[in-house]
């Protein structure tokens, strides 16, 4: 048999093998369809269920929305990941949500910085993104009512907490009724072919800052210019030859620019925490799975904060972050921002609560929610 008859038989045998598979996938392919559908019909009823009892204001559900996903995560054999799968079941809610109801979210702008990828990580791509110019405009877009929720930074495991996003959780009447923790990934993105080609690097403060160490050993001498954000820097590079940003994944698919190294990042577990905001909070999800946060205040004495902490260890309520804050008026010094284990109609939450109430000089819930599932 000649050289070719024996290629044609091979990519014969590799066809009909294919095919076969490819039969199965293409039978599946129609059953899942008929299955999402199928979901988005169930949707469409909770959504005309709600609106029936009056609570049409409230189709996003995010207590529900964490009980899916982490009884799809249990329910998860492989072999595709527990993050795939996550992705995955989000983006089907989302779009089943759209059917209910589109929503619009604020955040921290312009188009491509983490938090457009915050944002799109817990609403989902079904999801109107409308970015704005300050944190201060992401709180006042939800409380107008123009935007359905918000997405604010609230602390970088690096950086610290973003004292912009506390002092608005201060005075707003919004509710936290989600976080998203996103791993942050900066990468160097640029048209340059080469690094001896970047002649400067664009990026937000903390970004160079969170980048100092290797922007020292790669480009040593090259400039780095302190821009508004990384998207505005993604976007600078984009059109100025031998330019650079650092940046994320959004602002390399947004403005089309390659990653000349990625992952470039000094400290490897770079986290960004995110509250999501809205004019409502959550119901419980799962035990054991939901957060409290808060804010307390009393006058500055000998033992002040210790009287504050008393009822929590009293109720048996972990406390799982705790941040101090300067107070923006005359009458205490400091406010403390607080996050406790558990939601906030939990009897021991509860018990605790009213003590706190009855020993705090200022108390405010800022909300109960799910904790981040990912
Ligand atoms: O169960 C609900 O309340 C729904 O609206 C359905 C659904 C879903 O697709 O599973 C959609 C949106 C909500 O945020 C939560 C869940």
Request: net charge negative; hydrophobic share 40%.
């Amino acid at each position: 048999m000649s050289d070719r008859q024996n290629s044609d038989n091979g990519k014969d045998s590799l066809l009909a093998e294919l095919s076969v598979v490819r039969t199965d996938i293409d039978a599946i392919d129609a059953q899942l369809l008929d299955l999402l559908n199928r979901r988005a019909r169930c949707a469409q009823q909770v959504g005309e269920i709600k609106a029936r009892h009056g609570d049409a204001g409230f189709i996003y559900r995010p207590e529900r929305e964490a009980q899916v996903l982490r009884r799809i995560q249990d329910m998860n054999q492989g072999p595709l990941s527990s993050e795939s799968v996550t992705w995955f079941f989000r983006e089907v809610m989302s779009a089943c949500l759209s059917l209910e109801q589109p929503l619009g979210i604020a955040f921290l702008g312009p188009l491509g910085t983490f938090s457009e990828s915050a944002s799109t990580k817990h609403f989902g791509h079904a999801a109107r993104l409308l970015p704005q110019a300050s944190i201060d405009d992401v709180f006042r877009e939800v409380e107008a009512g123009h935007a359905n929720y918000g997405v604010a930074p609230v602390e970088n495991s690096t950086e610290g907490a973003v004292g912009r996003t506390l002092d608005l959780l201060l005075g707003t009447s919004l509710k936290i009724c989600g976080e998203v923790v996103l791993r942050i990934h900066q990468h160097l993105l640029t048209k340059a072919p080469s690094l001896d080609r970047v002649t400067k690097v664009y990026s937000h403060a903390q970004s160079l800052a969170q980048c100092h160490e290797w922007l020292n050993r790669h480009l040593p001498n090259v400039p780095r210019i302190s821009v508004g954000s990384n998207a505005q820097a993604a976007q600078m590079a984009a059109q100025e030859e031998g330019a650079a940003a650092i940046a994320g994944e959004a602002a390399a698919d947004r403005y089309d620019l390659p990653r000349l190294a990625e992952s470039i990042e000094d400290e490897p577990n770079n986290t960004t925490r995110f509250v999501v905001l809205g004019r409502h909070d959550a119901g419980p999800s799962t035990a054991g799975k939901d957060k409290t946060s808060l804010i307390m205040s009393i006058p500055n004495n000998t033992g002040a904060l210790h009287t504050l902490l008393v009822p929590f260890a009293d109720a048996g309520v972990s406390l799982t972050r705790l941040e101090s804050r300067p107070a923006r008026h005359t009458l205490w010094e400091y406010v403390f921002f607080v996050d406790v284990d558990g939601h906030r109609d939990e009897p021991r939450v509860k018990a605790a609560l009213d003590e706190l109430a009855r020993r705090a000089a200022y108390l405010k819930v800022l909300g109960s929610y799910p904790v981040a599932v990912y």
